[in-house]
């Protein structure tokens, strides 16, 4: 009998092992270090590119058009040929779209690369996710952009429209926006 239970822990031995090295092929695919020291650092250098791109457009953009408004046009050849040199600088600023999405589709590109990564390891050690945040750190922070409505903009057919913001500005809401909070905050 020692035999046999012998066997059938050596066997249920063998079967962790064999687990325990399923799960580091599964860790080493995630392929984390190169993930923390390259591809993440990498998405958020792109996405500083592209807030400061699109700052400098933007800047670019208001100074050409409160120019062109400020303009003289009492001696309409000089006016039209200020004008055009404005726009024309207005149209090679709006040019960070293009550099803008590619620079877009490479943080897209990461994302999409954690993901499988993730979604290969949560099959692989069949995970299921934990209710609740994360971390203490993690609750404070969305009961904090709760408080503060800082959920930045939602997509298309997402939150409120902005027939409904201008309502809620105008005050003609007040009392719905005020139901809303309380339901959120009940």
Do not use: W
């Amino acid at each position: 009998m020692a035999l046999m239970d012998d066997s059938a822990i050596r066997s249920e031995l063998n079967d962790i092992a064999d687990y325990i090295q399923s799960l580091r092929r599964e860790i080493s695919a995630l392929q984390a270090n190169d993930l923390r020291n390259r591809r993440i650092p990498a998405a958020g250098h792109e996405l500083a590119a592209i807030v400061a791109a699109t700052e400098k457009a933007s800047n670019t953009i208001m100074e050409c058009a409160e120019a062109a408004m400020a303009a003289d046009p009492s001696d309409p050849a000089t006016y039209k040929a200020f004008v055009i040199e404005r726009m024309t600088a207005v149209f090679e600023a709006c040019a960070f779209q293009d550099i803008t999405g590619q620079r877009i589709a490479k943080v897209i590109e990461t994302l999409e690369h954690i993901e499988v990564r993730i979604s290969r390891f949560a099959d692989a050690t069949g995970a299921k996710d934990a209710s609740g945040p994360a971390s203490d750190k993690e609750a404070a922070e969305v009961e904090r952009k709760l408080r503060l409505f800082i959920h930045g903009p939602p997509l298309a057919g997402d939150g409120a429209g902005q027939a409904e913001i201008d309502k809620i500005i105008e005050g003609e809401a007040k009392s719905a926006a005020q139901d809303d909070i309380d339901r959120l905050f009940a």
